[in-house]
């Protein structure tokens, strides 16, 4: 049983549309955070947000944490090939474990 | 600094061999943890460690077993391999960060693990 759910799965758009991925629960976490996985790699984190309703924005990307501290969003703008991978949420309860989400692989198509 | 580094980065067993990977870290992190990531169901944690000689189990800790006698260092042993352990391995280390909460994770490159 996943904590976190990812949608969509897979996600395949051209460079400079915009996209949307959603992380959900039933569950409330202490903070969320967004990684990025490319492959072979390890993930490596984008950002960490723990107020419910926070906006957090890095260049293109932005991300929000749910009022109710439950859910998160990934929004991208004006997507390039160079933000191609494997997008990961994690929600913590306490401060030291993490439940992953299920992922969202997305290909930014040149 | 190098990092997170895990040891090795291929491996291929039969089945009822046992193995143990490494994971070493030069950041002076208290926590660390083991992962095992496969298709469509994100990363999973194993095991986790909150200090040196301390280890708790994760959400799938069953046919695992850790160590971590140096601050650094993270075992994970695996005593008989079933096909079920096929899987990519992943560690991680964080800081403690005082009165923080948040924490966040540095991954190391992964191990890919068959299990035949």
């Known amino acids: 049983t996943q904590l ?10 051209q460079e400079g ?3 949307t991925v959603y992380c959900n629960s039933s569950s409330v976490f202490s903070s969320l955070q967004w990684y990025r996985q490319e492959p072979g790699e390890g993930p490596v984190l984008l950002v960490t947000v723990v107020t419910g309703g926070e906006v957090k924005k890095l260049k293109r990307l932005t991300f929000q944490f749910g009022d109710a501290r439950k859910d998160s969003s990934l929004h991208i703008t004006a997507a390039q090939p160079g933000d191609t991978g494997l997008y990961l949420c994690a929600g913590a309860h306490t401060g030291n474990q993490f439940y992953f989400g299920t992922g969202t692989s997305l290909t930014v198509i040149p | 600094n190098a990092g997170v580094t895990q040891t090795p ?10 193995m143990t990977l490494l994971c070493a870290q030069d950041m002076n992190h208290e926590y660390m943890y083991w992962y095992r990531q496969d298709p469509g169901m994100g990363l999973r944690l194993i095991h986790y460690s909150v200090g040196e000689g301390t280890t708790a189990k994760g959400e799938v800790p069953d046919g695992y077993n850790v160590s971590r006698l140096k601050k650094q260092n993270f075992l994970l042993g695996l005593e008989s391999a079933a096909p079920s352990q096929t899987s ?3 560690c991680a280390s964080s800081y403690s960060g005082g009165l923080a909460t ?3 994770q540095y991954f190391g490159p992964g191990t890919r693990l068959t299990v035949t």
Request: hydrophobic share 40%.
């Open chain 1, 17 to 19: 549309e915009n996209l």
């Open chain 2, 9 to 18: 980065k291929f491996r291929v067993l039969k089945t009822g061999q046992s």
């Open chain 1, 4 to 13: 976190l759910e990812q949608s969509p799965q897979f996600l395949s758009i």
């Open chain 2, 102 to 104: 948040i924490y966040e």
């Open chain 2, 88 to 90: 990519v391995y992943f």
